[in-house]
């Protein structure tokens, strides 16, 4: 179990390490490829700076929003509330806050900046469906998010994914709408070539970023299932809640694309094309394995 | 010239390792000492919910009221003592508080009361939460012994007078005890 959790320290390490030559290429090339002149990519630099400011330090209020989730009270959700403050003892981290989602799918998410503005979030279903093993298993899964800063990667991933979307769009507005003007003066094949290639570019790389930030978060779900159940001594609680998931159907309604990949299983039951690459999280049974051979 | 250089830098760094080494030593014992706080928060919080219980309890139960004096015992031993002492007052509690559980099963109007329903939930959320601080606090206890006790960081230890420390010792099975529902 412990070398399990190193390796995976290290993998994401990496991952994160080629995002971030990732974005310094392709800003590199842009700048090659697109302008003589500096103001545009100043101005967007700038655009780009408060725009993942505010995502970075709103993140959080805009997930509790957009999944309409509240602040769980002592008298409802006593168990809840003990468990995630029991859990948060074990793992030696502050008591996140606590928020119960609605709806009826088992599910659950942690987010925040740091361990110290951290919170939990367990949708009713989970609440309704888990015994108190599996609520356990799942809540020490999400505290082990927050403990092993995922949720700060995760929320910067987001914001680096957000950037580089952001860039791509306006610089492909920028050329259908008449930029190609600025090159004029170059001389005719070789430039067109480059135009196709940066063309070519700013439509995969939001593409690319989003499959490695979907890399990082599969790898951050197994990292958090093994010290998950370091902190319970229990993975058959977690392997329960997840042999539940899979065979519970109710459809989410509050989870969309751009927040499945803060939540213990993926909000979406339907398979689909291309599951792997773009899925944000591993599969059920391969977790569910790993759990069961602690 | 080029000797005292090389005898300068290496000396630099093993000063530089002992420097780095003996804050981790720190960072790991200031963890323990923190840990240690959590259980005892944990224990005076049961220890301040178990008058309200015995309270809510004494009207209901009959014939069993040993199971209230045997806890009222237990608990007068928490109060002070060292570690190890606490950790055998805790696990006693534990126990009393496990058999007046028990026997609650046998009083359909005490398990219907309001206040003992919620007793009884923060009680074992309490409990739960004990064994979770013990778990942290062994945990740091083993990081910090195995530094102690390793090469290199042991000559250090030595050095700073850095001991072992002590185990929250409990029954072995206590923790799967606590995971049963009352």
Redesign the interface.
Known sequence: MYSQIGINKRNTILLFIIFLIFIGIFIFLINLFFFQGHTFVIIAAVIAVIFSLISYYSGTSIVLAMTKAREANKKEHAYLINTVEGLAIAAGIPKPKVYVIPGMQINAFASGRSPKSSLVAVTEGALEKLNRQELEGVVSHEISHVKNYDIRIMLLASVLVGIIIFVSEIMLRSFLFGGLRSNDSRSGRMNLIFIVIGIVLLILAPIMAQMIKFSISRKREYLADASGALLTRYPKGLADALRKIKSDTTESKIASRSTSHLFISNPFKKKQWLVNLFNTHPMLEDRIQKLDAM | MDLIYWALIILGVIILYIILAYNSLIVLRT?IS??WS?IDV?LKRRYDLIPNLIKTVQGYVKHEKTVLTELTKARSQLISGSMQQKAKASNQITEALKSIFAVAENYPNLKANENFK?LQ??L???E??I???R??YND?VMSFNIKVQKFPTKIIANAFDFKQKEFFKTEEDE?KNI?V?F
């Open positions: 963890r923190n840990a959590q944990q919620m939930e923060e074992s959320g309490t739960s939460k064994a979770y601080a778990q942290f740091s923790k995971k529902e």
